[in-house]
């Protein structure tokens, strides 16, 4: 769900956020050790389930699942990550 708010400058900005109203992760401010939180929307992960950022030697950021390495590239959309939470 997108909510406009205003910022300081006047513009509007979108806010990405779950149907709860819970705002995604934004991809400016994920970083390799952060910890993310995932929605429960991931056959690989588990809802609330906490993730440290890893980067690989191409610079890729991704989380350790149950498949592995889950790439955050594949959850982008615009600027943030869907169903990620910081």
């Known amino acids: 769900m997108e909510q406009e708010i205003p910022n300081n400058n006047r513009e509007i ?23 993310l939180e995932t929605d429960g929307h991931f056959t690989c992960m588990r809802k609330g389930e906490k993730n440290r950022v890893y980067k690989d030697p191409n610079n890729e ?4 699942c149950d498949d592995g390495r889950h790439y955050l590239d594949g959850q982008k959309k615009d600027d943030y990550y869907l169903g990620m939470y910081s």
């Open 61 to 64: 950021l991704f989380l350790i």
């Open 13 to 35: 900005t979108a806010v990405l956020t779950d149907l709860q109203g819970r705002e995604y992760a934004k991809i400016k401010d994920v970083k390799e050790g952060n910890v």
